[in-house]
Nanobody
Framework: QVQLVESGGGLVQPGGSLRLSCAAS????????VGWYRQTLGKQRELVAI???????NYADSVKGRFTISRDNAKNTVYLQMNSLKPEDTAVYYC???????????WGQGTQVTVSS
């Protein structure tokens, strides 16, 4: 089993920044993909950014150039640096770990991000 704990959410003004953290513990598979997803009421959960074990990253078009995903393997932690935040970034942000090769998913409990003046 893998446990994921997100932190770092909160209320920020438009144009501001936040850094989310996802700390993993337990039996972490050696090969995996970690992703940040977000969801608002009445909408499907959407992918924001992913990072592979080797460090390859990918982003949703809506956050390219504003968000950066990174990882600290020594701490088993993945970060999402969010800059130039917009009201439409408001959502619950979830951390996901996808085990390779069977694609089994682990999810964190989510952290609320609210962008508002």
């Amino acid at each position: 089993q893998v446990q994921l704990v997100e932190s770092g959410g909160g209320l920020v003004q438009p144009g501001g920044s936040l850094r989310l953290s996802c700390a993993a513990s337990g039996s972490i598979p050696s090969i995996h993909i970690v992703g940040w997803y977000r969801q608002t009421l009445g909408k499907q959960r959407e992918l924001v950014a992913i990072i592979t074990t080797s460090g390859t990253t990918n982003y949703a078009d809506s956050v390219k150039g504003r968000f950066t995903i990174s990882r600290d393997n020594a701490k088993n932690t993945v970060y999402l640096q969010m800059n130039s935040l917009k009201p439409e970034d408001t959502a619950v942000y979830y951390c996901n770990l996808k085990r390779i090769p069977d694609m089994y998913n682990y999810w964190g409990q989510g952290t609320q991000v609210t962008v508002s003046s």
